[in-house]
């Protein structure tokens, strides 16, 4: 096969070994250069994979001098913006690790360039690749319960990390909810109108920064979606994907974010009478992908540049998730409900 896609990695540490991984089985993918603040950096990575590939510490530099048209920006999310805006305006499409960038401001002008531009950005959503969370969306959009009125997910899990995430000002809002707020809008098929959030530092905490919070969304279908986490919870942890309870007209859907997900709705019949009427118990069905999480990211991404279309993680879409994150911040630090939409376009 030819090779179409000439792939820049910025970024090489932990992390990019997915990312590099994955473009080493394709056989469409040329690797043309690493790209690292820190040379040594880079060429730890190369001499890693076995990769005989330039190396740079510029960005702009690598670009201009491989012909590079397809980066992956797998830096800290402080150079998203950089590496993003840089690429674009040189010809690059991009593909990057969440966040999409560190304000509403650089979201907004992110788009504006792709739209500018034409060049694809699209955001590494994994946990949308996981079977289960399509099986409880298929559950919801499919109508086993009606129409949804309450969506709530608890995250509760207390990772000693060590490093940056304990000096962070906000550490579970800023690096782990994204991923809780990204799946709600898919599970429910339905986007934030405003938020109230009220994040805090409980007793025992390690962090330096509040490491709890509980937010209250509005959504576009009428539906209200209330988040409950905490990254020091000691004891009787969740899932990493969280634990879901979704209430609709007909019933109710419950994911562990473990196992399967199913429902329990109004029994057929007359129940006339019944002060709490039966209910039938309904198995999510099993949705079968090729590859999952992060790889199944990956595919969506590439298939969506082949099919010259924007891809489910377009920057356009996931500047939605990160307006939830971003307004849950404004919101705690006003003390007041946020509007999505004007905080989006401020």
């Known amino acids: 096969m030819a090779i179409k896609y000439r792939v820049i990695v910025a970024g090489c540490g932990g992390m990019s070994n997915a ?46 001098e491989t012909g590079a048209n397809l980066v992956f920006d797998v830096t800290v999310p402080t150079s998203h913006y950089n590496i993003a805006t840089a690429s674009m305006e040189l010809g690059c499409d991009v593909l990057g690790e969440k966040p999409l960038a560190e304000t509403m401001e650089q979201c907004n002008e992110i788009v504006a360039l792709s739209d500018h531009t034409g060049r694809s950005h699209a955001v ?37 990390f ?3 995430r304990d000096v962070m000002d906000s550490p579970l809002l800023l690096d782990m909810a994204i991923h809780t707020f990204d799946a709600a809008r898919l599970i429910i098929g339905a986007d934030p109108v405003s938020v109230y959030c009220q994040e805090f530092n409980p007793p025992g905490s390690w962090y330096k920064g509040n490491a709890a919070a509980i937010c209250i969304f509005e959504m576009s279908n009428g539906s209200i979606f209330c988040y409950q986490g905490s990254w020091c919870a000691e ?29 329990e709705v109004i029994s057929e019949g007359d ?19 090729q590859h999952t999480f992060h790889q199944g990211c990956l595919d969506e991404m590439f298939l969506s540049l082949e099919e010259n279309r924007p891809a489910e993680t377009d920057c356009r879409d996931n500047r939605f998730s990160m307006a939830m994150v971003l307004g849950a911040l404004e919101s705690t630090k006003t003390g007041r409900k946020i509007n999505i939409e004007e905080f989006m376009n401020q």
């Open 124 to 160: 590494m959503q994994n946990r949308r690749f996981d079977p289960r969370i399509r099986s409880l969306q298929e559950m919801i959009k499919s109508g086993v319960i009606g129409r949804p009125g309450y969506m709530g997910a608890e995250f509760f899990l207390g990772p000693h």
């Open 271 to 289: 129940q006339t009478g019944n002060f709490t009427r039966k209910h039938t118990r309904v198995e999510g069905g099993t949705i079968d992908l």
């Open 19 to 64: 990312w590099i991984d994955y473009a080493l089985n394709r056989p469409d993918v040329e690797i043309v250069a690493l790209v690292d603040i820190k040379l040594q950096f880079a060429k730890v990575m190369a001499d890693k994979k076995g990769l005989t590939c330039r190396l740079f510490d510029n960005i702009e530099e690598a670009i201009k």
């Open 162 to 164: 060590g490093g940056f």
């Open 235 to 263: 004891g009787v942890p969740t899932s990493w994907e969280a634990s879901w309870r979704i209430t609709g007209e007909k019933g109710t859907a419950i994911w562990d974010g473990i196992g399967a997900p199913y429902a």
